[in-house]
């Protein structure tokens, strides 16, 4: 490419990459309340982000630009096997822009020969889905999202009470059950509401007023059933206003599980949080017992580790934990993820303050 097309394409992509980034966000958004009334898990993400922000390491995706009306939102969990930690990855994207992420896909569909073959962390094992790896997050990378990260140890029993106290995960399903959104074990109960508050304060805090909110979640033990699916909207639809701002409405609130027959493009998205929530957890609880030199992680995940040790020109990445200390006590803090050798080819894009 000539030299005046090459700067010319920079400069083009600079300000395309400037207007998708959300300048001096309102992070702020346990305002209506003592902070300490909220949720545990919503105390944490808002200092997590606060704090990242303070170091000038967060960027949030601008999801009303380009007219944009609506928000997509897709979340995936890993842990409840084997493991040291439960991991809940969501992912918020403008849902207007979905299509050119889709069209991208074909095309890594069509040359990976992967037919309607869902991208599955579980699935790694597969030639044809870890080589597509590469190309499936660099397209990622083009979508206008945030994908949020939190791993919260197994010994934390529960994020909305006294989690050293044994009776906190029966108080948490009692709630549910004395509001008519019963029905769950107590363990389930309590992922229902991590995923709920945490989902809800992602919304409330990329959302703009008058978008509509589309949400897809995993076929999962929170939501087996269309009943339980139901009643997980209802409790959304619940927990949302407690962290949106007065001035800002959502008239629309829709969700779905995956779709049967299957929707390719919208497994497709549901994937991104898949592979994240399945990498990050592996590698955390890996890390509790062997040093980071000696690591070994499934075939694939340092492809995962490498999309997230970066913002893409659309996508920002956020990952964080909650763990209890050697007193026994809770903390949390911001998973920093850093390339020893980044890529020779990268290119940095500055974002400028507005």
């Known amino acids: ?69 609506a928000l997509g939102i897709f979340s995936d969990y890993s842990g409840e096997g084997a493991g040291n930690y439960y991991t809940y990855s969501v992912l918020v994207c403008g849902y207007g822009f979905t299509s050119s992420f889709s069209e991208k896909m074909k095309l890594v569909r069509k040359n990976f020969r992967l037919g309607d073959k869902e991208i599955a962390f579980k699935d790694f094992g597969m030639g044809q889905v870890r080589a597509c790896l590469p190309d499936y997050l660099a397209a990622a ?26 009776s906190s995960l029966h108080n948490v399903a009692d709630l549910l059950a004395k509001n008519g959104l019963g029905g769950r074990k107590p363990r389930e109960a309590e992922k229902l509401l991590r995923v709920v508050h945490m989902t809800a304060f992602l919304a409330a805090l990329l959302g703009t007023d008058g978008q509509k909110i589309f949400w897809m979640t995993d076929n999962d033990a929170i939501c087996a059933n269309p ?108 998973i920093d993820i850093a390339l020893h050798n980044p890529p020779v080819d990268r290119m940095f894009i500055p974002i400028f303050d507005d």
Do not use: W
Request: glycine share 4%; aromatic share 6%.
């Open 1 to 69: 490419m000539p030299q005046k097309q090459n700067r010319e394409y920079t400069e083009r992509l600079i300000e395309f990459a400037n207007q998708l980034v959300l300048k001096h966000p309102n992070l702020d958004l346990l305002s209506h309340h003592p902070k300490n009334e909220y949720p545990i898990i919503t105390q944490d993400l808002e200092a997590l982000l606060q704090e990242r922000n303070a170091k000038r390491k967060l960027l949030l995706p601008n999801l009303s630009a380009f007219k944009n009306q």
């Open 227 to 334: 009943n339980q699916h139901q009643s997980m909207m209802a409790l959304f639809d619940r927990v949302l206003p407690i962290y949106t701002r007065a001035d800002i409405n959502f008239p629309l609130l829709g969700g779905a599980l995956p779709f049967q027959p299957k929707s390719i493009e919208m497994n497709d998205l549901l994937s991104i949080p898949d592979v994240v929530a399945g990498a990050v957890a592996q590698y955390l609880t890996k890390s509790d017992t062997e040093s980071k030199e000696t690591i070994s992680l499934k075939d694939g995940a340092e492809k995962v580790f490498t999309f997230l040790a970066s913002d893409g020109i659309g996508l920002k990445k956020a990952t964080f934990l909650i763990r209890l200390n050697r007193k026994g006590e809770m903390e949390c803090g911001d």
């Open 141 to 166: 990378n083009d979508l206008p999202g945030f994908v949020c990260t939190l791993a919260v140890d197994k010994r934390i029993s529960t994020l909305f009470g006294p989690h050293d106290d044994p």
